[in-house]
């Protein structure tokens, strides 16, 4: 392509992560109390949606923040991490001012410490969602 022809570059922009689980309506509803994010009227137990606070991306938003999703798999396997047969494919890193202050909530809405801690200096705790899916509290320094 010459240069008088070539298009200008367009970067996608990341609109939804998607969260494999066994139901996903529960799982939804465990993100959406931790983060304080609505569920989107639709959901059910097979795909649910979590709106962020100003809105996910859209035609009219398109500079919307990125969106939280569950989809229902019907042979669902929990992630074995840190290692096994079926090991976590991603991890959500969740911010928080200080972890101590955070945990009880996270942990009243199902959230379990998990037993294998990483982080020597304290910056990071690991936790398991309701559907076994590692996820982290992230301090700020």
């Known amino acids: 392509m010459s240069e ?13 992560v998607v969260l ?6 529960s799982l939804a509803q465990f993100y959406g109390e931790v983060l304080g994010w609505g569920l989107e009227s639709d ?6 949606t979590l709106e962020p606070p100003g809105g996910g991306v ?8 990125t ?10 396997v929990a992630p074995t991490w840190p290692g096994g047969s079926h090991p976590q494919q991603f991890h959500l890193d969740l ?3 200080v972890i101590s202050e955070a945990e009880p909530s996270v942990v009243a809405a199902g959230a379990t410490v998990h037993e294998h801690q990483p982080s020597e200096s ?3 705790r ?3 969602d309701p559907a076994g899916h590692p996820f982290c509290l992230v301090g700020r320094p």
């Open 4 to 16: 008088d022809t070539a298009q200008p570059s367009v970067r996608p922009i990341l609109d939804l």
């Open 95 to 97: 911010a928080v001012d």
């Open 20 to 25: 494999d689980c066994p139901d996903a309506l």
């Open 122 to 124: 304290g910056g990071f």
């Open 58 to 65: 859209s035609p009219e938003r398109p500079d919307g923040r």
């Open 43 to 48: 959901s059910d137990r097979d795909w649910a």
């Open 126 to 128: 690991v936790y398991l």
């Open 67 to 76: 969106t939280l999703a569950f989809q229902r798999i019907e042979d669902w």
